[in-house]
């Protein structure tokens, strides 16, 4: 039946609105088959104001028709407040990123002493400390 009143209704009908206030209509199919022509009109007062990207991605899809029916309300609401929530998260890895690499950069002041990058100095070195000049094979006895 609705079928039937679209193709004796000439003119386009509203199918519904964003949440920005653009409004989308369709036209019915042509009799001799065909696509039904889908528009949008933008609640702005001139068309170069209304990009792409302010076009929820839900409607773009349903008026190149790869959406069969238009988006809900209910569905774009949901849609802005996940978008909203995924801000704050880009937002919190964005601030551990920039401390992690605060982190990286400080200098670090605890040295290892006695790792290869930092050998023990002389002072703490003590009589154990040898230069290999001294070594003698059959001087060290197991035990004593």
């Known amino acids: ?3 039937l009143l679209q193709l004796f209704r000439r003119g386009p009908t509203l199918v519904g609105r964003d949440l920005a206030g653009n ?5 019915p199919a042509p009799v001799e088959g065909g696509r039904p022509k889908r528009m949008m009109e933008t609640g702005q007062s001139e068309m170069d104001t209304a990009m792409e990207s302010t076009v929820p ?3 773009l ?4 028709g790869t959406r069969a029916d ?5 569905e774009l609401e949901a849609d802005q ?11 919190r890895l964005e601030a551990a990123e920039i401390q992690r690499k605060q982190a990286l950069q400080a200098p670090q002041t605890a040295k290892r002493e006695g790792h290869a990058i930092n ?10 400390a040898a230069t290999g000049q ?3 094979p059959d001087a060290w006895q197991p035990g004593q």
């Open 1 to 3: 039946m609705n079928r």
């Open 23 to 27: 409004k989308y209509f369709e036209s």
């Open 57 to 59: 991605v839900q409607w």
């Open 61 to 64: 899809a349903w008026l190149r």
């Open 70 to 74: 238009p988006p809900t309300l209910a």
């Open 81 to 91: 407040i996940r978008l909203e929530q995924l801000k704050v998260k880009v937002a």
């Open 119 to 128: 050998p023990p100095s002389p002072s703490k070195a003590g009589d154990h």
């Open 134 to 136: 001294q070594f003698q």
